[in-house]
T-cell receptor, first 109, second 115 residues
Framework: GQNIDQPTEMTATEGAIVQINCTYQ??????LFWYQQHAGEAPTFLSY??LDGLEEKGRFSSFLSRSKGYSYLLLKELQMKDSASYLC??????????WGAGTKLIIKP | EAEVAQSPRYKITEKSQAVAFWCDPI?????LYWYRQILGQGPELLVQ????????DSQLPKDRFSAERLKGVDSTLKIQPAELGDSAMYLC?????????????FGPGTRLTVT
């Protein structure tokens, strides 16, 4: 079966750095997405990785290793507004998105 | 900036009643998705359209759920009759659906409460 694993919840301090990991087992691979979802709102796109390596976008970076079935989202200089759920999703061979359950990130002052 | 529109934003209905949700994707987006998301879980795909055709509805409970996108633009998702377990956020998303443009753009969602 297809499976996406990510931690349920993480806590970090304002101004610090946090890394959210995602491991996956899917039938085929056509890219990995990270989305941010604030409580009660829709997911918003953060990043897309299809090749191995690090993609940097401002305070957020995303890393992919296809051979290990592994990705992480790195958030730097954390702000209170970064408190949200972070969803990892993999596009499989049928171009369907397989979603993880999300990691709830709590930022403390 | 173009956005996916959904209505209503909130809906409270009694079980056994019918309910309908509407979605208008970003103009020009060929692919439209309906998802259901239960609190604390990731989105679950209910149905995917490519233009007016259904690409995947394998997870759609067809005894009570129906979806259509008659002209390949906006779409309606219907539940009849609603059950208590249908309480969830219903999300619509669209994507250009070509080449590397696989990013899905989400609407604000419809929060359904069945009492």
């Amino acid at each position: 079966g297809q499976n996406i694993d990510q931690p349920t919840e993480m806590t970090a301090t304002e101004g610090a750095i946090v890394q959210i990991n995602c491991t996956y087992q899917t039938s085929g691979f056509n890219g990995l997405f990270w989305y941010q979802q604030h409580a009660g709102e829709a997911p918003t796109f953060l990043s897309y990785n299809v090749l191995d390596g690090l993609e940097e976008k401002g305070r957020f970076s995303s890393f992919l290793s296809r051979s290990k079935g592994y990705s992480y989202l790195l958030l730097k200089e954390l702000q209170m507004k970064d408190s949200a759920s972070y969803l990892c999703a993999v596009m499989d061979s049928n171009y369907q998105l397989i979603w993880g359950a999300g990691t709830k990130l709590i930022i403390k002052p | 900036e173009a956005e996916v529109a959904q209505s209503p934003r909130y809906k409270i209905t009694e079980k056994s009643q019918a309910v309908a949700f509407w979605c208008d994707p970003i103009s020009g987006h060929a692919t439209l998705y309906w998802y259901r998301q239960i609190l604390g879980q990731g989105p679950e795909l209910l149905v995917q359209f490519q233009d007016e055709s259904v690409v995947d509805d394998s997870q759609l409970p067809k005894d009570r759920f129906s979806a259509e996108r008659l002209k390949g633009v906006d779409s309606t998702l219907k539940i009849q009759p609603a059950e208590l377990g249908d309480s969830a956020m219903y999300l619509c998303a669209s994507s250009p659906g070509t080449g590397d443009s696989n990013e899905q753009y989400f609407g604000p969602g419809t929060r359904l409460t069945v009492t």
